[in-house]
């Protein structure tokens, strides 16, 4: 098990920009998914972003072009850049960890079956 905890959320405007950090207390697998998420109130939770130990990405739709997932193995540390931002990126973002393969990483990922560590959040809001 891994203590994840996310920084950089904040109140920005529309069109602005902000990185998310994540630092995992440790990794526990070289084979890794790891993941962004988001909830916004009223909303059912949303997979944003995944990468996994060997680099290939994943982004929701809704980011495509807009966010980028990445990461330092070295400093245990995911990232999220946020560029373009709108209003409805407003939302409580998380971070999660899945430790070992399952046989995919992506939007499929689900807290509490699929993953196994996931930090406290950290909250962007953006206005317009």
């Known amino acids: 098990q891994a203590q994840l905890r996310e920084s950089g959320g904040a109140s920005v405007q529309a069109g602005g920009s902000l990185r998310l950090s994540c630092a995992a207390s440790?990794?526990?697998?070289?084979?890794?998914?790891m993941v962004w998420l988001r909830q916004a109130p009223g909303k059912a939770r949303e997979v944003v972003a995944t990468?996994?130990?060997?680099?290939?990405?994943t982004y929701a739709d809704s980011v495509k072009g807009r966010f980028a997932i990445s990461q330092d193995e070295g400093a245990n540390t995911l990232y999220l850049q946020m560029n373009e931002l709108k209003s409805e990126d407003t939302a409580m973002y998380y971070c999660?960890?899945?430790?070992?393969?399952?046989?995919?990483?992506?939007?499929?990922?689900?807290?509490?079956?699929?993953?196994?560590?996931w930090g406290q959040g950290t909250q962007v809001t953006v206005s317009s």
């Open positions: 440790r990794y526990t697998s070289s084979t890794y998914c």
């Open positions: 990468i996994e130990s060997d680099g290939p990405t």
């Open positions: 999660a960890a899945r430790w070992g393969w399952i046989g995919f990483c992506d939007r499929r990922m689900t807290p509490g079956r699929d993953l196994n560590d």
